[in-house]
C-alpha cells in the first residue's frame, strides 16, 4: 500500500536535517542531531523523539536551527516540538477527548435564511442517530456554522445518548493519528477506535485529499461506521464533487445522504448574531444603529463579523469612547482599530485622541495577565502558558497598533509568518465569554488604565 504521508514526513524530516548538518561539526551532528527521529505532524507542529538527554539539549541549543530549516522546506509547518512516543499519544488522545467547543449548542447558534435547512437537518441528525440522514454533508465557505453544526450535535447526543460511542474530529487529526499509529505500530487501535462508532463527525475533511494511505483508512472506517448504522457527519469547504483529490469512491460515499449548503449570513442574521456576541462583551453597546453599521460593514461571514465588532470595542476602550456609529465606520476603514493618525468624521480635526499602544506596553500588559516576565514571553519557551501569552501578545499587537506583520516580529525577535500563524491561531480559537476572551479584555482594561490593579 502507498505511504506517501509517512514519506512526505520523512522527506521533510531529512531536508531539515540535511539544512543543519552543514551549519554544525560532523561530530556534534553525530551525536546530538542523528538520533532524532520525526514522529508526526500536526497542524503548524513536527513532533520529534529521541533519547531524553538528546531531546533536551537540542531543544535548548538547535532548536531554532531546525525551526528556520523547516520553514525553508514547509509553508504551514513552523515549529519543533520534543516529546517521548508517550507523550505523544496521551496528547492525541487528550485532542480527541476534548472534542468540539462546547459553546457550539443548538441553543446559540443563530438561524437565518443562508442556513436555516442545515439547522434543521443537524438537528435531525441529533436527535435521530443513523436514521435520519446519513451521511450529512455539509459544505460552504469558512465562518457560516459548519463547524458550530458539529458540535451543537455532538453536545446533543453526548447529553442525551450518553450511552452512544460519539467520536468528534478533524481531516487533519485524523490524518496525524493514523500517521502516528502507523509509526506506532498502534493500527489495530487506531481502527478500533474510529470503526466501532455510533456516530462519527469529521470536520475540514477536504484535508484527506492527497494523502492516499490516509484516505484509504478513511474509506474503510466509512464504510465499517456505515454498515453498523452509525450515523457519519462530515463537513467541508466544498461539495464532494469538488474535491476532486479525493477517490471517486469516496465522493461517491459522500453523497449517499444529504448534502446541504450553508450560505452568507443575511443583514436580520447578522444583527442577530451581533446583538448576542454585544451582550457578552465587556463594553455596553447600546444602540441598535452601532450594531447595524458593522453589520452592513462585514457581511461575508460570522467570524469576521465578530472580528469587526472585537475592533470596534477596542478603538471604543482604547480611545475611552462610546461605541457609536461613527466610531465603528472609523474602527472599520482601517486595517488596525486604533490608528492615532486618523480622526473620527464627527471628530473635530483639532481635537487629539490617545495614541495607541506600543508594543511593548502591549508585552507588559500581557505578561501581567498571565503572570509572566517579559524575559520568558520573548524566550523561545513553547510552554503552553507563554506560548498562549506569546500569541495573545502579537494578536493585540497586531489589532492595536499599525505596525505590519513584519515590524511585530521585529519586537518578539520571530519572524512575520509566527506573527500570522499567532495572529490566525487566537483568531480561530477567540470565543465570547471563554478564557481566553476574558484574557484579552484584562490586557484591554490593563492598556486602557495602567494604573489599575495587576
Not at 450529512?136 to 447529553?159: N, R
Request: hydrophobic share 35%; aromatic share 6%; proline share 6%.
Amino acid at each position: 500500500m502507498d505511504q506517501a504521508l509517512p514519506e512526505d514526513l520523512t522527506r521533510i524530516w531529512q531536508r531539515v536535517r540535511d539544512e543543519v548538518r552543514a551549519s554544525l561539526p560532523a561530530s556534534t551532528y553525530k551525536l546530538w542531531l542523528e538520533p532524532l527521529r520525526p514522529l508526526s505532524i500536526d497542524g503548524h507542529e513536527l513532533f520529534v523523539t529521541g533519547p531524553e538527554r538528546v531531546r533536551t539539549w537540542v531543544e535548548r541549543r538547535y532548536a531554532h536551527r531546525l525551526e528556520r530549516a523547516l520553514r525553508e522546506h514547509t509553508d504551514s509547518v513552523r515549529s519543533v516540538v520534543f516529546v517521548t512516543e508517550r507523550e505523544r499519544a496521551e496528547r492525541f488522545e487528550h485532542e480527541a477527548a476534548a472534542g468540539p467547543n462546547l459553546r457550539h449548542t443548538f441553543e446559540r447558534f443563530v438561524v437565518g435564511s443562508g442556513n436555516r435547512l442545515a439547522h434543521g437537518a443537524a438537528l435531525a441528525v441529533a436527535e435521530l442517530p443513523g436514521d435520519a440522514y446519513n451521511p450529512l454533508f455539509l459544505h460552504g465557505p469558512p465562518g457560516l456554522g459548519k463547524t458550530h453544526l458539529l458540535g451543537a450535535i455532538t453536545t446533543y447526543v453526548t447529553q442525551q445518548h450518553p450511552e452512544l460511542a460519539v467520536r468528534y474530529t478533524t481531516g487533519e487529526r485524523f490524518t496525524s493519528e493514523f500517521v502516528a499509529a502507523l509509526r506506532g505500530s498502534g493500527v489495530q487501535r487506531f481502527k478500533q477506535r474510529h470503526r466501532e462508532l455510533d456516530m462519527l463527525l469529521i470536520d475540514d475533511v477536504q484535508f484527506l485529499q492527497d494523502k492516499s494511505r490516509t484516505e484509504e483508512e478513511f474509506f474503510h472506517t466509512f464504510d465499517a461506521v456505515h454498515e453498523r448504522g452509525g450515523q457519519i457527519v462530515l463537513a467541508s469547504d466544498q461539495p464532494p464533487h469538488r474535491l476532486s483529490r479525493l477517490t471517486a469512491r469516496l465522493r461517491d460515499r459522500f453523497e449517499w445522504g444529504l448534502m446541504v449548503e450553508l450560505g452568507a449570513p443575511d443583514l436580520p442574521t447578522r444583527l442577530t448574531v451581533l446583538g448576542r456576541l454585544a451582550s457578552e462583551a465587556p463594553l455596553v453597546v447600546e444602540a441598535g444603529a452601532t450594531l447595524r453599521e458593522i453589520a452592513a460593514s462585514a457581511p461575508a461571514n460570522l467570524r469576521q463579523l465578530e472580528g469587526a465588532l472585537t475592533r470596534v470595542l477596542a478603538l471604543a476602550s482604547i480611545t475611552s469612547r462610546e461605541p457609536t456609529p461613527e466610531l465603528a465606520r472609523e474602527a472599520l476603514s482601517q486595517g488596525s482599530p486604533a490608528d492615532p493618525k486618523r480622526s473620527s468624521p464627527s471628530t473635530p480635526s483639532t481635537s487629539r485622541e490617545p495614541e495607541a499602544p506600543s508594543v511593548a506596553a502591549i508585552q507588559d500588559a500581557v505578561c501581567a495577565t498571565f503572570g509572566i516576565t517579559r524575559t520568558e514571553l520573548l524566550s523561545s519557551s513553547r510552554t503552553p502558558r507563554i506560548a498562549k501569552a506569546r500569541h495573545m501578545a502579537m494578536y493585540v499587537s497586531r489589532q492595536l497598533t499599525g505596525l505590519s506583520l513584519a515590524e511585530i516580529a521585529r519586537e518578539f525577535n520571530r519572524d512575520h509568518s509566527t506573527v500570522l500563524h499567532a495572529i490566525r491561531r487566537i483568531d480561530n480559537d477567540l470565543t465570547p465569554g471563554s478564557d481566553l476572551h476574558d484574557s484579552i479584555t484584562n490586557v484591554q482594561r490593563l492598556l486602557s488604565d495602567p494604573e489599575s490593579d495587576r
